[in-house]
């Protein structure tokens, strides 16, 4: 939870960032949110799209879950 906090207040600061989206998302995958995950997937996708390195990262770590 606590590390959830500090992606969050990253992103409350800049909501652009996507690397700390793909954490924040690999950190939902962990608490098996798989739904936040895939929301943050959607963000990293509008802000830096499907060919980013975190678009790839995160969606890799959400099929890998079952997502």
């Known amino acids: 939870e606590v590390g959830l906090g500090y992606y969050?207040?990253?992103l409350a600061l800049n909501?652009?960032?996507v690397l700390a989206r793909e954490y924040l998302g690999e950190a939902y995958i962990?608490?098996?949110d798989l739904g936040a995950a895939k929301d943050q997937l959607s963000e990293i996708e509008k802000r830096a799209?499907?060919?980013?390195a975190e678009f790839a990262a995160l969606e890799k770590q959400?099929?890998?879950?079952g997502g």
């Open 15 to 17: 909501p652009d960032f």
């Open 49 to 52: 799209g499907r060919q980013s």
């Open 62 to 65: 959400i099929v890998a879950a």
């Open 8 to 10: 969050r207040e990253a």
């Open 30 to 32: 962990t608490l098996g």
